[in-house]
């Protein structure tokens, strides 16, 4: 076996509230890790925990007897555990950091350098729910099924070890789907051209972006394609293995949607609902 | 091959000073770990390192700069290297978090578990430099060897490595010796009596404990057995294994001192000068 170390810092005020449940602080800190183990084909094994808090203002108690519990909750739900690390003080924020050990047969490995042209791109479950809820938090609206999804991403873990011997390339969307992307291109030196038609969008996030609960003409829908904390797995793989890949989303119950292709070159399109080409900016878009 | 994993957390304002020079606090922050290690007898490899970094007031440019020099000057040093991590922002202090990685021989172990009644107890260095080093910083008097020792304590890695198979217990000392040494009592069933005739005190720290440079008429030499952050090796052998451990000393350069026995029972005692039971404190000691 091999095994996968993968290590992420979360910072209360930057990665999450300081006033969220510290229950979901703890389960979300532990899937943003098992989401890299996924990306990777590992099954997670056990993990390092440190973790600063804060001595004054700051029930400790009841906080770390909530954090505790969502660790708990989430060693049970992927099968993992506990394996060190230390507690610290601080005059900061809450500041946690995991090292999450994986393993995985030798030799069988998801790497991002290994698509083709022609190559089919995939991604699992909904995209842009968690950014929406996220904005939902900002903007005090409660919308409990994208705020949830912004909670408690779901690492793809089973997902990513069912596409070893499949997925020409793979990884796990933390920063936007047309970001994260690019790693892929760049990695493989390849281009690829995506359908905003065939992305994956849920339907709470649907009714979101025409609600204009925000009483603003602003649109949302790039939260889509770029919101990012979406912890879905983006994964290529030869047309040949089309039936492969459908057969994988039937045994795991997982949604799994083709979105575009690979190309030669090395450009990174996203084509609009209409066939043009939108522009990618980093906060936004705009049409071309 | 076993391998070894070990994760501490360093935050401003507690574990080093906010205005210490970045190379320094990065050795400190990799050689506490490289104590960890070497405390387990295992060889280093490599290390994930966790960074978060404040945006206010901060130069992160010139002080990243000096932090990787010192991360650098460590690898060459030790002979490992970076394997991975994050770097992320935060509001409070510069928070550390190291995860270091070595291997080991398979069953070949340093526990704290197997030390028996008439062992020796030995310790490595000198004890007390590091932390007289720290009060020196903080009543603002320069006195560079001690100040050395406690931005660079000197982790005993080839001395972890050595004493495998003669060790009968061991561990780094980090909070004081009174205080660590009571992990090897408690997991081996045993007492202790130690000598403070016998602790290994330096030239430096002997000066400075004659000087009331304090202008006070405080006795500071309960620094030696609980200033902590000695990072020096504490380890028990066999009567018959003092000759090796001489061997060991002379090979590594390394000066071992002893400095108590292992007895029956559970009693953790220290004798003063003139042989009377030393009553330690948390903070300090008195006399019985």
Sequence with gaps: MDLIITKDALVGGVHFFENDKPNLIAQKALRVNLSDLA??????IGYFLSIALPKEDFDIDSWVSSFTEGLLKDQREFGWQLWGGDTVSTTGPVTISITAIGQKTKNHN???S???????????????DSAAGLLAIKKGIDIPELIERYHLPIPRVELGRAIIGIATSALDISDGLMSDI???????????????NNLPVSSSLKEFLKSNLFETKHDYSHLIWNGGDDYELLFTAREKDKSNVEEISRTLGVKITEIGKI????KVILYDTIGKELKIENTGFSHF
């Excluded at 990306?39 to 997670?44: D, I, L, T």
């Excluded at 690019?182 to 905003?196: N, R």
């Excluded at 190309?263 to 090395?266: A, K, R, V």
């Design 39 to 44: 990306a990777m084909g590992a099954e997670p």
């Design 110 to 112: 998801l790497t991002r």
């Design 114 to 128: 290994g698509a083709s042209p022609d190559d089919v791109i995939y991604v699992s479950g909904n995209l842009g």
């Design 182 to 196: 690019k790693h892929i291109c760049e990695q493989s030196a390849v281009g690829v051209e995506i359908f905003l």
């Design 263 to 266: 190309t030669s070159g090395n």
